[in-house]
């Protein structure tokens, strides 16, 4: 399974030739998309920690490296290296009936594309699986299985891996046959305040449904004033994460804030009795510009692990403790048992 997901993966980008800036790709986000996320593959996989979880995962499984690397090999193609950028989209709503929802992924990267096409060849399960074919002129790759998605080829730049309906709005963009995120002014709006030099960042709508419920509760009601959210996130040696709402009108803002300041001393409250989850959370800042709020965490990786290290102690002795506790209620009860049996 690992070794058919790689391939396909591949496949679906055997045609980004140079990597393309995630603006550029932001451009093909279908209007129906009311969630989207960017994926900074570059900067993601060179970081420490995530090259040596991604090898301790393979030790850990040695038939999925074994089969990584042989497709590296086959194809000259390494995902990790080689794919540059991923941007995600998914439509807020939901239809029951429908197999598969509109969603999707726009990639870009560098390949040998004449390489992975010989591995299709020579792979004698890529047959039964997927069929190459065009679809309105693009070339494309479509399992046999649609409801395992498939993947399609906009030009020598880019490809789409995603469900049908996703992959087919994104590609009626490029015609020009379907209209972009760039129709909807608001969200558009909120798509060019993100970051996308971090490692992962994001952005959606904010659901009438999820709203509703928010106005039930008095101390939150005021949230429902926020309509969308961006949001970044870097890993390095500092962990930063920054979360963002966008209010409806500038007279809300306040109200927004009183909310939040609200539900921050709440957490802080609760945490008494975890004095490293508190030390966390003393670092969250609160902000606001013009119609946008802020909450942000600067944490020192060093700091971090500090913080790991005093809550695994803490735990550690929590447990100790237990058990010392455990074993001096069943002396107890020995000792008790003995004086009832001499006084027989």
């Known amino acids: 399974m690992f070794k058919k997901f790689l391939l396909v993966a591949v496949m679906l980008v055997a045609l980004t030739g140079s990597a ?3 603006q550029d790709l932001m451009k093909l986000i279908p209007s129906e998309a009311d969630f989207v996320f960017q ?12 090259k040596k979880s991604l090898l301790e995962n393979f030790e850990k499984s040695p038939d999925q490296k074994k089969a990584f690397d042989e497709f590296v090999a086959n194809t000259g193609f390494n995902p990790m290296e080689n794919l540059t950028q991923m941007v995600i989209f998914t439509s807020g709503k939901i239809d029951p009936k429908a ?3 509109n969603a999707g992924a726009i990639m870009a990267g560098t390949f040998n594309p004449s390489r992975i096409f010989e591995a299709i060849k020579k792979d004698p399960n890529a047959g039964k699986d997927v069929e190459i074919t065009k679809i309105d002129g693009f070339d494309a790759i479509v399992p046999k299985n649609k409801q395992d998605g498939f993947g399609i080829f906009l030009d020598d730049k880019t490809a789409v891996l995603g469900t049908e309906q996703g992959v087919n709005a994104v590609k009626d963009v490029k015609k020009g046959t379907n209209k972009g995120a760039a129709s909807r002014k608001d969200f558009f709006a909120v798509l060019q305040k993100l970051d996308m030099n971090a490692s992962v960042s994001g952005a959606g709508l904010i659901p009438a449904d999820l709203k509703e419920k928010v106005k039930a509760n008095p101390q939150a009601a005021p949230l429902a004033a926020l309509n969308f959210f961006f949001f970044s996130f870097n890993h390095g040696e500092t962990i930063e994460f920054n979360f963002n709402g966008e209010v409806d009108k500038k007279e809300n803002v306040e109200t927004v804030m009183t909310s939040l300041n609200g539900f921050l001393a709440m957490l802080k409250m609760l945490t008494g009795q975890a004095p490293e989850v508190g030390e966390i959370l003393n670092m969250v800042k609160l902000s606001n510009a013009e119609t946008t709020v802020q909450v942000s965490l600067n944490v020192p990786k060093a700091k971090l692990d500090e913080i790991k290290a005093k ?3 803490r735990i550690k002795e929590m447990k100790e403790k ?3 506790g455990v074993e001096t209620e069943g002396e107890g009860k020995d000792v008790e048992v003995e004086e009832e049996s001499e006084r027989e």
């Open 99 to 101: 197999p598969a929802q």
């Open 39 to 50: 994926v900074n593959i570059n900067k993601f996989v060179s970081n420490p920690d995530i």
């Open 20 to 22: 393309l800036m995630a």
């Open 311 to 313: 809550m695994e102690q």
């Open 322 to 324: 237990g058990a010392t």
